[in-house]
C-alpha cells in the first residue's frame, strides 16, 4: 500500500532553515502531484506547496512563495521541503501529501503521511 513517511522536523530560531522529506512508496508516483500541509493548534489544514513528479513543475501558497522550495529525487521517490526564513507563524504540523491530480486544499487528497512537528521559536 501507499506510504508516505516524512521526516526532519524540529525546533529552530526565527530566521533559520529546514528542510523536510517524504519518503514515499507503494507504487510509482510518476503521474501524482506530490505536496505539503500544514496544520497549527485549532486551524485548519492549509496547503503550503506541491510538485508535479513527471515535470518537476512546483507551485506554492503566497505566504511561503520566495522562502520555501520543493524539490524530488527520483531515484529516491522522496520530495523535500526547503524552508528559509522561518518565522514563528510557520510553527505547525507539517504532512505530505499525494494525489493524481492538481490540488490546493486537503479535500479529497487521498495519500496522506503522519505529520513532522516544525517549532519556529522568536
Known amino acids: 500500500q501507499v506510504q508516505l513517511v516524512e521526516s526532519g522536523g524540529g525546533l529552530v530560531q526565527a530566521g533559520g532553515s529546514l528542510r523536510l522529506s517524504c519518503a514515499a512508496s507503494g507504487r510509482s508516483f510518476s503521474s501524482y502531484f506530490m505536496g505539503w500541509f500544514r496544520q497549527a493548534p485549532g486551524k485548519e489544514r492549509g496547503f503550503v506547496g506541491a510538485?508535479?513528479?513527471?515535470?518537476?513543475?512546483?507551485y506554492y501558497a503566497d505566504s511561503v512563495k520566495g522562502r520555501f522550495t520543493i524539490s524530488r529525487d527520483n531515484a529516491k521517490n522522496t520530495v523535500y521541503l526547503q524552508m528559509n526564513s522561518l518565522k514563528p507563524e510557520d510553527t505547525a504540523v507539517y504532512y505530505c501529501?499525494?494525489?493524481?491530480?492538481?490540488?490546493?486544499?486537503?479535500?479529497?487528497?487521498?495519500?496522506w503521511g503522519q505529520g513532522t512537528q516544525v517549532t519556529v521559536s522568536s
Open positions: 501529501a499525494a494525489q493524481d491530480r492538481v490540488f490546493t486544499t486537503w479535500r479529497g487528497v487521498r495519500f
Open positions: 510538485i508535479r513528479w513527471s515535470s518537476g513543475t512546483t
